[in-house]
């Protein structure tokens, strides 16, 4: 399942950089993670960089959106071969 990030955010700026897919950016008010990039770092790490860093452990996992490990893998390689074709 991709992350969230919650109203308790308090738009530190440490989440965004770490993510490596681009999946964070400023949202309206606060930061948003786009569930279609978000892969929970699978494929690039062991755990979570945002949730690593987050001063104010505001990223949960997003119920709303279920995936397996396998799923998030396919989700990476389809993301790293958008990037290579770009």
Known sequence: MALLITDDCINC????????????????EIYEI????????VGH???PQC???????????????RETREELQAKYERLQAL???N
């Open 83 to 85: 990037k290579t074709q």
């Open 45 to 47: 790490f062991n755990e």
């Open 13 to 28: 700026d440490v989440c965004e950089p770490e993510c490596p897919n681009d999946a964070i950016s400023m949202g309206p």
């Open 34 to 41: 786009d569930p279609h990039k978000c892969t929970e770092c």
């Open 51 to 65: 949730q690593q860093v987050c001063p104010v452990a505001c990223i949960p996992f997003n119920p709303a959106w």
